[in-house]
């Protein structure tokens, strides 16, 4: 469901280095690189996964089925065999931190949640389709660079078996699960915060600020200026920013997070096209609707809708990949002025952890003050 205009926009994130062996650089156009993301300098199957249960039905053993008019005899003194047990379904354990090889120095295992996964999420949040963090060839590379820089004396060849990598990729999961709900979490803040509390006022702001201008997206919803900077997406984004935080200094620099600004804005797309008809439905009202289209004889209708229905329960690659990649194409021309504005807006919303010094805060602080804000009025597009 693209519009002409993103359709028509062309990605402008800088190409990365991909040649065996080297070190991934830096997006050669990064605006932000020095005054927004100050970090550490490096000197050294893909996609979502559905997982379906497994059938484990017991079909009842006829041999035991008594014939008709038989009656059982008792047998004294004698008792009946006892059942095999079942099989229990053994659940795969989820890789975790304790599987990783640290090295044995203080604080490994902060430096691993700090340093290296941040790093690693980061990298993927810079790819045209952060859904699939190998698209360019280039993970397996940055996860190296990631663990090198944070562990220069500890040397570990990362690869797709080693638990390096599967680990960092647990947490790339869940960090796109976190993302979908912090979408629906900022739009029920909207709602809130403007009164929109019945379902006609919301179900009238979704239909005025989704298409086809997508005034949802920018700071000023009603005149379209600040191309996404609004409140609600800045809460969204701030799940990227929490993790990656550019103001610790601890990231590997792989460029500018084009694909985690898409793939908030497609959070939050989701978050208010669950509430189109003014609140969010049931299953039942969703089949109940499906089934209203057959009833009709529209079985292309019931067909559109069962899709949108599957496509709105998860926040996954499937349903969300093509919005996400659509509203990149859009966000690769924001100039270096409105990222700056970005990160600042989106960095209010990020917590700074409790044993943070009060020299350190102030310093933070004072790097935000010098951020501009650029007004933007460009915008126009579907992410569909």
């Keep these: ?6 359709a028509a926009a062309s990605a402008s994130a800088a190409s990365r280095a991909s040649t065996p062996g080297m070190l991934i650089s830096s997006k050669a156009a990064s605006p932000i690189k020095a005054t927004v993301l100050p970090v550490l300098k490096s000197k050294a199957p893909t996609g979502m996964r559905d997982t379906t249960l497994m059938d484990v039905s017991v079909s009842a053993d006829t041999s035991i089925t008594k014939a008709k008019g038989q009656k059982a005899t008792a047998v004294p003194n004698q008792r009946a065999p006892a059942k095999p047990e079942r099989p229990r379904a053994t659940r795969k354990k989820r890789p975790a931190t304790s599987d990783v090889p ?8 902060a430096i691993w949640r700090g340093q ?20 360019t060839g280039e993970e397996i590379d940055a996860l190296q660079q990631s663990w090198s820089t944070a562990f220069p004396n500890h040397k570990h060849l990362v690869t797709a078996g080693t638990m390096i990598y599967k680990v960092a990729a647990q947490w790339l999961y869940e960090w796109h699960s ?38 949802c997206m920018y700071r000023d919803d009603t005149n379209g200026r600040g191309a996404f900077q609004a409140e609600v997406l800045m809460r969204t984004f701030a799940s990227y920013l929490s993790q990656c935080n550019p103001t610790t200094g601890s990231l590997v620099d792989f460029g500018i997070p084009i694909g985690g600004l898409g793939m908030c804005a497609a959070a939050v797309e989701r978050g208010l096209l669950l509430y189109q008809t003014g609140k969010i ?11 209203a289209a057959l009833d009709k004889g529209n079985t292309t209708l019931a067909e559109e809708l069962e899709a949108f229905y599957v496509k ?7 349903g969300w990949s093509k919005p996400t990649q659509d509203y990149i194409k859009v966000i690769g021309k924001l100039s270096e002025g409105q990222w700056k504005g970005i990160i600042k807006a989106g960095m209010k919303h990020v917590k700074q952890p409790k044993g943070l010094p009060k020299t350190q805060e102030v310093e933070v602080e004072d790097k935000r003050a010098l951020m501009i804000v650029d007004d933007d009025d460009g915008y126009s597009g579907d992410s569909e």
């Design 312 to 318: 709105l329960k998860t926040f996954s690659e499937g």
């Design 281 to 291: 439905q049931t299953e039942d009202e969703q089949k109940a609707e499906i089934q």
């Design 178 to 215: 976190a993302v979908g709900k912090r979408g629906i979490a900022a739009v029920e803040w909207l709602w809130k915060e403007r009164g929109l509390d019945t379902v006609q006022k919301r179900r009238k702001y979704v239909a005025t600020h989704l298409r086809p201008r997508f005034l």
């Design 1 to 6: 469901m693209s519009s002409s205009s993103l």
């Design 116 to 135: 290296v996964v941040p790093s690693y999420i980061h990298f993927v949040a810079t790819l045209d389709n952060p859904w699939d963090a190998d698209s």
């Design 102 to 109: 640290l090295p044995n120095i203080k604080n490994s295992k």
